[in-house]
Nanobody
Framework: QVQVVESGGGLVQPGGSLRLSCAGSGFSFSSVAIQWYRQAPGKARELVAGISGAGGITHYLDSVRGRFTISRDNAKNTVNLQMNDLKPDDTAVYLC???????WGQGTQVTVSS
């Protein structure tokens, strides 16, 4: 059974950091590109960052470039999203997506507030 599961969300003050993780199972993890999306209330879902299966290619939403870093450990079947200098506008549910499999996680809430 193909599955991706997010973890690591929470409440953080502006300027703080969080690290999200996406754990995959039921598929050949290193063969699948993984993307992080986010969805805030009343807004469209947007692509935040993505990484190729081998990890050599990454891309970022302009508003997070330089603050967020996506990485993967294929030995542990995980993709991480390190988020630094968080802003209130980063508040959203963050979702992991296995691109070629069309598999979504359930999401993890990130709230940036003082």
């Amino acid at each position: 059974q193909v599955q991706v599961v997010e973890s690591g969300g929470g409440l953080v003050q502006p300027g703080g950091s969080l690290r999200l993780s996406c754990a995959g199972s039921g598929f050949s993890f290193s063969s699948v590109a993984i993307q992080w999306y986010r969805q805030a209330p009343g807004k469209a879902r947007e692509l935040v960052a993505g990484i190729s299966g081998a990890g050599g290619i990454t891309h970022y939403l302009d508003s997070v470039r330089g603050r967020f870093t996506i990485s993967r450990d294929n030995a542990k079947n995980t993709v991480n999203l390190q988020m630094n200098d968080l802003k209130p506008d980063d508040t959203a549910v963050y979702l992991c997506y296995a691109v070629s499999l069309g598999a979504w996680g359930q999401g993890t809430q990130v709230t940036v507030s003082s």
